[in-house]
């Protein structure tokens, strides 16, 4: 039994603002930090810190993805294709999670996440956009302005069943680690898709909701979102988000990159601790 | 011009996105200052989980009306891809109804 006292509302408070930063960046919900803090600094169990970090994860997704549309930014045809590859690999959660132990997928998270800070550095200086506006963005990719390019600029998306791939993995293990997947999601979008570093973050803020949406109802069911930590979590993410927003504008895509290179290490190095 | 239906169905999903948070954000706001006056007060509860609840039928939303603006805009493939989401996110409300202790 878990008590609640006003200094623990106002840590897992703080801890949403981070999270809600970060999710309004890189386009991640932020439940990679979360889930392992609280249940290592206040020792609430695995499943209910699971439970509680997939309902900033939806408070991310629609604070951000509210903010941000009307940027062009979020790209609606890929965002809804990719869903179904989520919530496909949601309802074969459960299969996963009793096939492999905890350790197991612990283990493979570490090494996911290490893999693709790898990949996301290899690919820097990939910017993902065509100049020359007369191109076909094809069926599923886009055009936006972008202050960077200075201009109106058209991007394609390309290796879209990686893209499908990535997400149904992303769904799958959305529940288990109370994840929204953005993690997973943005940097292969921006790194293997041709999908340019602001708008694959767009476009996952948007997804994530609907990912943790898949499975957060059945846990508020059994009683494992503790509503005054989740209520101290949400508001907390709503003023990060904010924070976020404002740097997001004004930071560069490179740097953008790099923060997300340096998360997903940070985020193998825990994961790796947790697994040993 | 392809675009231009999809930018109206977007300022329609973040109006529909910023209601679901601002609703959600005061209630859950008003269930914890009446946690932290006085725990045992059944009026918390009742703030928070029906906070929490819109959190998280606003996604759910979102997407009923991404079928409602696809079917509107004749974008076929597109209302399958939705109307399987919203199936799969049906399932997990179901599965939640029937779970509920």
Redesign the interface.
């Given at each position: 039994m878990i008590v609640?006292t006003?200094a623990m509302?106002a840590v897992v408070m703080a801890c949403g603002v981070v999270a809600g930063a970060l999710g309004a960046l890189l386009g991640l919900g932020g439940g990679v930090f979360l889930v392992p803090f609280l249940n290592a600094w206040f020792g609430i169990d695995f499943k209910t810190a699971a439970a509680i970090s997939l309902?900033t994860v939806?408070?991310t997704?629609?604070?951000v993805?509210?903010?941000?549309?009307?940027r062009?930014l979020?790209n609606?045809?890929l965002g809804?294709?990719l869903?179904?590859a989520s919530?496909?690999g949601?309802?074969a959660a459960g299969f996963t999670i009793t096939r492999l132990s905890d350790i197991t997928l612990e283990r493979g998270f570490a090494v996911a996440t290490a893999l693709i800070a790898i990949l996301m550095l290899a690919r820097l200086e990939h910017q993902n956009v065509i100049r020359d506006t007369a191109v076909d963005p094809g069926p599923l990719g886009?055009?936006f302005h972008d202050e960077e390019s200075g201009g109106e600029v058209v991007y394609r998306v390309r290796r879209l069943p990686v893209a499908l791939g990535v997400s149904f993995i992303a769904g799958n293990v959305s529940a288990a680690f109370g994840i929204g997947g953005g993690i997973f999601k943005v940097p292969v979008l921006n790194a293997w898709c041709g999908v340019p570093m602001r708008v694959a973050a767009a476009t996952s803020s948007l997804m994530i909701?609907?990912t943790?949406?898949?499975?957060?109802?059945?846990q508020?069911?059994?009683?494992y979102?503790k509503?005054?930590l989740?209520?101290?979590a949400?508001?907390g993410v709503?003023v990060g988000s904010r924070v976020g927003l404002w740097f997001g504008v004004r930071a560069r895509s490179r740097w953008l990159k790099v923060l997300m290179a340096f998360v997903l290490t940070l985020v193998s190095l825990i994961y790796f601790r947790r697994s040993m | 011009m392809r675009v231009e239906p999809l930018a109206d169905l977007e300022q329609k999903l973040g109006q529909l996105l910023v209601t679901g948070v601002i609703v959600s954000a005061l209630l859950l706001a008003a269930g914890l200052f009446f946690f932290l006056l006085d725990p045992g007060m059944a009026r918390n509860g009742w703030l928070l989980n029906g906070g929490l609840i819109v959190l998280m039928a606003t996604p759910i939303l979102r997407v009923m009306v991404s079928v409602a603006e696809y079917v509107r805009l004749r974008q076929w493939f597109f209302v399958v891809v939705t109307v399987i989401v919203l199936a799969e996110l049906t399932l997990t409300v179901v599965v939640a109804l029937s779970s509920r202790s």
């Amino acid at each position: 039994m878990i008590v609640i006292t006003a200094a623990m509302v106002a840590v897992v408070m703080a801890c949403g603002v981070v999270a809600g930063a970060l999710g309004a960046l890189l386009g991640l919900g932020g439940g990679v930090f979360l889930v392992p803090f609280l249940n290592a600094w206040f020792g609430i169990d695995f499943k209910t810190a699971a439970a509680i970090s997939l309902v900033t994860v939806i408070a991310t997704s629609s604070a951000v993805s509210a903010a941000t549309t009307g940027r062009q930014l979020i790209n609606l045809r890929l965002g809804m294709l990719l869903e179904v590859a989520s919530a496909a690999g949601g309802v074969a959660a459960g299969f996963t999670i009793t096939r492999l132990s905890d350790i197991t997928l612990e283990r493979g998270f570490a090494v996911a996440t290490a893999l693709i800070a790898i990949l996301m550095l290899a690919r820097l200086e990939h910017q993902n956009v065509i100049r020359d506006t007369a191109v076909d963005p094809g069926p599923l990719g886009g055009r936006f302005h972008d202050e960077e390019s200075g201009g109106e600029v058209v991007y394609r998306v390309r290796r879209l069943p990686v893209a499908l791939g990535v997400s149904f993995i992303a769904g799958n293990v959305s529940a288990a680690f109370g994840i929204g997947g953005g993690i997973f999601k943005v940097p292969v979008l921006n790194a293997w898709c041709g999908v340019p570093m602001r708008v694959a973050a767009a476009t996952s803020s948007l997804m994530i909701g609907v990912t943790a949406v898949a499975s957060v109802p059945i846990q508020y069911a059994h009683g494992y979102v503790k509503p005054p930590l989740a209520a101290a979590a949400v508001l907390g993410v709503l003023v990060g988000s904010r924070v976020g927003l404002w740097f997001g504008v004004r930071a560069r895509s490179r740097w953008l990159k790099v923060l997300m290179a340096f998360v997903l290490t940070l985020v193998s190095l825990i994961y790796f601790r947790r697994s040993m | 011009m392809r675009v231009e239906p999809l930018a109206d169905l977007e300022q329609k999903l973040g109006q529909l996105l910023v209601t679901g948070v601002i609703v959600s954000a005061l209630l859950l706001a008003a269930g914890l200052f009446f946690f932290l006056l006085d725990p045992g007060m059944a009026r918390n509860g009742w703030l928070l989980n029906g906070g929490l609840i819109v959190l998280m039928a606003t996604p759910i939303l979102r997407v009923m009306v991404s079928v409602a603006e696809y079917v509107r805009l004749r974008q076929w493939f597109f209302v399958v891809v939705t109307v399987i989401v919203l199936a799969e996110l049906t399932l997990t409300v179901v599965v939640a109804l029937s779970s509920r202790s």
